[in-house]
């Protein structure tokens, strides 16, 4: 059986980046010949970064050199373009080196609908693929609206990242949704939002989760650290967070390690290791004493490695993170005053936690196995 997947692969983040890979390798058990769709949204084009590349500080400090007429801008921008096509970076290369793409690249859902890839089941992936602020509107791309109508279409985890749909978003929705032969969602708060507006759902676990702590260990990579680490993966500017993480390594007497992505995150507390790769992200996270994050997949990975961690909200979409620690009852890891450094202190249940997610893990292997018409069991 052939089966495609949309989902935000393109996306410079190593959450993206994993679930992609863990997609494919989940289908794969379950004997699928799997295909990720190479689909690029417009605001993730190397044209578009190249703008947001010339909005950050340090470029807009640079204006009067580039920006003196229209043609240093435009050269500048073709510049930015260049790096961007020609720079891999490590999430890129992983899925390179581990997932099969197709050969054909999308970069509209005129294009996909003129030509679609040919596949038996057609599968909307997991991340925020319904999430129309991080999509900048409805994309009906991961709706799978290019799909032909005689061929199912299923979605395998997927996110809204979001409590509620705004009015004028209700009624495309919910038509795109009721064209779909099983959903299948990854937060408690999604089932409840599609099913008030008439959709039904299924609750299971992120695909990240749906491999088991040995499966990861498999990826991992990386130098063995001799000292015990704080490790910092943070997607979101906070200072608070940034001074609770020297706090608490005092505290600890911890080493500061923090992945980084841009000269800011040099400028921050402790050691910064500038876009590992994704082996050895995985790493160091299996090494880590803690991992404090406002990251999902880094709270997930947390959990399911069996890393001590604490999560913090981030301003937008704290759902899937809320989600995840209700679901495995450790609510006790997520930070709600900066002041506290006895959070570090409260236990996770580990063992609890395991039998949690092995259950949950079959549970979401069967659900699957049956939204895709595959006889015996997993």
């Known amino acids: 059986m052939k089966t495609d997947v949309i989902t935000l692969h393109t996306v410079d983040n190593y959450g993206s980046a994993m679930q992609t890979y863990a997609t494919q390798e989940v289908l794969k058990k379950l004997g699928c010949e799997v295909e990720i769709i190479d689909y690029w949204r417009e605001n993730n084009l190397p044209e578009h970064r190249a703008q947001q590349m010339l909005d950050t500080s340090l470029m807009q400090k640079l204006k009067p050199i ?76 991961y709706f799978l609206d290019f799909a032909p109508q005689d061929k199912p279409r299923i979605a395998f985890s997927a996110s809204i990242g979001r409590t509620e749909f705004s009015e004028d978003e209700i009624s495309e929705t919910k038509a795109l949704l009721q064209k779909y032969t099983a959903i299948s969602v990854r937060e408690e708060s999604a089932v409840e939002l599609l099913k008030s507006i008439g959709i039904e759902s299924q609750l299971i676990l992120d695909p990240t989760l749906m491999l088991n702590c040995n499966e990861w260990r498999k990826v991992a990579k990386g130098r063995k650290k001799t000292r015990p680490f704080l490790l910092i993966y943070q997607l979101n500017p906070n ?11 005092k505290k600890k007497v911890w080493e500061v390690i923090r992945v980084g992505f841009g000269r800011s995150d040099r400028q921050k507390p402790g050691k910064c290791i500038m876009s590992p790769s994704v082996e050895e992200f995985v790493g160091l996270l ?73 259950h949950e893990r079959k549970a979401g292997m069967e659900w699957l196995r049956e939204a895709l018409g595959i006889r015996g069991a997993v």
């Not at 200072?239 to 390594?249: G, I, R, S, T, Y």
């Not at 406002?294 to 899937?320: C, E, M, W, Y």
């Open 286 to 358: 299996f090494q880590a004493k803690c991992v404090l994050t406002d990251s999902f997949h880094a709270t997930a990975f947390s959990l399911n490695l069996g890393t001590d961690f604490i999560s913090v909200r981030p301003q937008k979409f704290a759902t899937r993170i809320e989600s995840i620690l209700q679901l495995t009852g450790q609510e006790q890891r997520l930070l709600d005053d900066y002041k506290d450094l006895n959070i570090v202190d409260r236990a996770i249940d580990k063992k609890h936690v395991k039998k949690i997610l092995d």
């Open 239 to 249: 200072p608070e967070m940034d001074q609770f993480a020297m706090n608490l390594a």
């Open 66 to 141: 580039w920006g003196r007429n229209h043609k240093t801008e435009t050269t500048a921008i073709k510049c930015m373009q260049w790096y961007l096509e020609h720079h891999v970076s490590p999430m890129w290369k992983f899925l390179e080196d581990n997932v099969n793409l197709s050969k054909k690249r999308y970069t509209s859902f005129d294009e996909l609908k003129a030509d679609p890839p040919k596949a038996d089941v057609y599968i909307t992936g997991s991340d925020q693929v319904w999430n129309s602020i991080w999509n900048d509107g409805i994309d009906r791309s």
